[in-house]
């Protein structure tokens, strides 16, 4: 998870981080909670063993409730040792459709792969600008690759690559010393920013989608055609290996016409990805404004969702008007 994440807050909202990919999300690494109800009530969920089929899951209903259903306040997670070998990669490709292939591929193949992150090339001429880097300006993967040794890590970089070149890749830069490393991902993790440095002043308004991999590059590019229209810089970043992806929009916070422009695209994002057998959300969550793509995702299940809710928090205590209305 990024540097400012809290653990509550993140099994909460059943989130995710750029390693997700290796190691799973939230969901995937929480083994027991302890939670307090709307009414006061403290219980426990799950043990430290490694599995069970006692009873509901209650530890997964928690994880991703997003406090509608009690506050979380202690977790067990599983821990994942440190790898004994890190190397990591950037490659840019001629075409999004191109880089797609290539984590397409290295997923099938079962790389020791950590981290794969795909940026546009809107998003790569802001890190430049921003970042006082070089890379060329076109869509572009990042990657990260674990394992047991340095050249287990060397051989996985160089099969990846191998692939990669297949689909048109070219200008790698390998990073195998932390130093090198931290450089590179430096560069990724400050997209955020400097996607709103392009146009001082602005605020960003990013989205949040998540599609089977194999829709990914046809849903990035109906997004891209969209956000050409945009009368703001609008950014593409995702977490490739997962098939979730985001867009930053610059918009003038003062300019309402701008606000509800970048709204639109967001919205036409979420109903995309769900045309698309997706998810209106991949780990941003719900809160207040999805709960229509929510309905639109779920259909019915939905109303188990209020009766789940009403169950747990009949006064409507916990985080009121979030994920369902009642």
Partial sequence: PGGESTLGGMAATRASGTTTVRYGTMRDNVLALTVVLADGRIIKTGTRARKSSAGYDLTRLFVGSEGTLGVITDLTLRLHPLPEAVSAAVCSFPSIESAVKTVIETIQFGASVARIELLDDAQMDAINRYSKTNYPVAPTLFFEFHGSSDRHVSEQAEFVQSIAEEHGASSFQWATQLEDRDKLWEARHAAYYATIALRPGSKGLATDACVPISRLAECIRETQQDNRSAPFPATLVGHAGDGNFHC??????????????????????????????????????????????????????????????????PDNRMNPGKMVEI
């Fill in 248 to 313: 930053v929009y610059a918009f003038d916070p003062e300019n309402e016409a701008e606000l509800a422009e970048a709204k639109r695209l967001a919205g036409r994002i979420a109903t995309r990805a769900l045309a698309m057998g997706g998810t209106c959300t991949g780990e941003h969550g719900i809160g207040y404004g999805k709960m229509k793509y929510l309905e639109a995702e779920h259909g019915p299940a939905v109303e188990v969702m209020r009766t789940i809710k009403r169950a747990l928090d």
